[in-house]
C-alpha cells in the first residue's frame, strides 16, 4: 500500500473514531500532496510524500518551541500529539548514534577538517538520511565533529 493509500485509509478510519487530532494532521498532509501535484502537475510517489510529511515535522517542531516560549500549555499539548501522528508517517527514525556513524564515515570521506566544509558535509549527508533524522540534530551533530 502506498503512503497516500495509507493516508486515505487513515482519515476515514479517523473519521469514523472520531480522533479529530488524526483528522486534522492527515487532512493537512493530503493537501499539501495535493498542492504539491497540482503546482508540478505530477503524482507523488512515497518519497515525495516522505518529504512532505517531514517538512510538516519540522513546522510542528519550530511552533513548539515557540508556544514553549509563550508558556502556552494548550498549544503544547496539542502541537506534541500532532508530531505523534506525523512521526507514523515517516521511516523509522535514526538514533543519535546512527546519526553520529553517518557523520562520522561522511566527514573522513570528504576529508573534511573546518567549518567551511560544513555545506558538502550537510548536503553528502542529507540523501543518506532522508526523512530518517531531524536536520537540526544532524547540524549539531556535525559542528561538534568539525570544530
Given at each position: 500500500m502506498s503512503l497516500k493509500q495509507k493516508l486515505q485509509e487513515d482519515l476515514k478510519y479517523s473519521m469514523k473514531n472520531k480522533d479529530v487530532v488524526r483528522k486534522s494532521v492527515v487532512t493537512?498532509?493530503?493537501?499539501?500532496?495535493?498542492?504539491?501535484?497540482?503546482?508540478?502537475?505530477?503524482?507523488?510517489?512515497?518519497?515525495?510524500?516522505?518529504?512532505?510529511?517531514?517538512?510538516?515535522?519540522k513546522q510542528r517542531r519550530d511552533s513548539l518551541e515557540e508556544f514553549k516560549k509563550a508558556?502556552?500549555?494548550d498549544l503544547i499539548d496539542q502541537t506534541e500529539s500532532e508530531i505523534e501522528v506525523l512521526k507514523e508517517y515517516l521511516p523509522q527514525q535514526l538514533s543519535e548514534t546512527e546519526l553520529q556513524?553517518?557523520?562520522?564515515?561522511v566527514i573522513s570521506e570528504l576529508g573534511a577538517s573546518s567549518m567551511k566544509d560544513m555545506g558538502k558535509v550537510m548536503s553528502s549527508i542529507q540523501p543518506k538520511i532522508k526523512g530518517r533524522a531531524d536536520g537540526k540534530l544532524v547540524n549539531e551533530l556535525v559542528r561538534k565533529q568539525l570544530n
Open positions: 493537512l498532509i493530503r493537501a499539501a500532496i495535493k498542492q504539491v501535484e497540482v503546482d508540478k502537475r505530477i503524482e507523488l510517489d512515497d518519497s515525495a510524500v516522505i518529504d512532505i510529511v517531514a517538512k510538516q515535522l508558556n502556552r500549555q556513524e553517518i557523520v562520522n564515515s
